[in-house]
């Protein structure tokens, strides 16, 4: 069993950034490719971006890329999601997951999820 604790959302002004942090219980961490999404209100759960086990390999949503950045620290059992260029459409609440089933983009592949953390984008 792996249990995903988020934090570092907040209100934030358009153009600035936040820094979330997924902390992973368990021994396994590095045997799991990890993911970012987001669920904005009245909308779908939708892919932001994806880590591979040994961090060596990412991907990111077209919307995000370039602005945002994945990482993770295997020793430290935790995956960051670093946000700058923050805009209103951002809004959303942030889910880390994790899925030992390879490297993918769907939800749907994905075993565990965090509580989520709302991220607010003010313009």
């Known amino acids: 069993q792996v249990q995903l604790v988020e934090s570092g959302g907040g209100l934030v002004q358009a153009g600035g950034s936040l820094r979330l942090s997924c902390a992973s219980s368990?021994?396994?961490?590095?045997?799991?490719?990890m993911g970012w999404f987001r669920q904005a209100p009245g909308k779908e759960r939708e892919f932001v971006a994806v880590i591979s086990r040994s961090g060596g390999g990412t991907t990111y949503a077209d919307s995000v890329r370039g602005r945002f950045t994945i990482s993770r620290d295997n020793g430290k059992n935790t995956v960051y999601l670093q946000m700058n260029s923050l805009k209103p459409e951002d809004t959303a609440v942030y889910y880390c997951?994790?899925?030992?089933?390879?490297?993918?983009?769907?939800?749907?592949?994905?075993?565990?999820w965090g509580q989520g953390t709302q991220v607010t984008v003010s313009s």
């Open positions: 368990g021994r396994t961490f590095s045997g799991y490719t």
């Open positions: 997951a994790a899925t030992s089933y390879g490297y993918g983009t769907g939800p749907s592949r994905y075993d565990y």
